[in-house]
Nanobody, 126 residues
Framework: QVQLVESGGGLVQTGGSLRLSCAAS????????MGWYRQAPGKERDLVAD???????DYADSVKGRFTISRDNAKNTVYLQMNNLEPEDTAVYYC????????????????????WGQGTLVTVSS
């Protein structure tokens, strides 16, 4: 069993900052890409930023220069530092991980999983 637990959401004024954290736990062998997605009311879930196991990052154009994604491989944790927040950043933020987990049900003893967190709400007031 593998799960992602997010923290750090909340209410902030325009121009403020928040830092989101997401910790993966369970029978994990290795984690490939970890990322953050967000979903605003009435809209689809979109990629905000992701980071590969070698540290390569990718950002949505709307957050470049304001958000920074990082990860601590020893802690199986990914972070999203969000600065200069705007009302348009208001959404539920979801953590995502592509990983390999130990498994007693496969011939190799491993299985690939894509796991989502439960989401954390970020509200930016104008």
């Amino acid at each position: 069993q593998v799960q992602l637990v997010e923290s750090g959401g909340g209410l902030v004024q325009t121009g403020g900052s928040l830092r989101l954290s997401c910790a993966a736990s369970g029978t994990i062998f290795s984690i490939n890409t970890m990322g953050w997605y967000r979903q605003a009311p009435g809209k689809e879930r979109d990629l905000v930023a992701d980071i590969s196991s070698d540290g390569t990052t990718d950002y949505a154009d709307s957050v470049k220069g304001r958000f920074t994604i990082s990860r601590d491989n020893a802690k199986n944790t990914v972070y999203l530092q969000m600065n200069n927040l705007e009302p348009e950043d208001t959404a539920v933020y979801y953590c995502n991980a592509d990983l390999m987990a130990h498994s007693a049900d496969t011939a190799t003893g491993y299985r690939y999983l894509e796991v989502w967190g439960q989401g954390t709400l970020v509200t930016v007031s104008s």
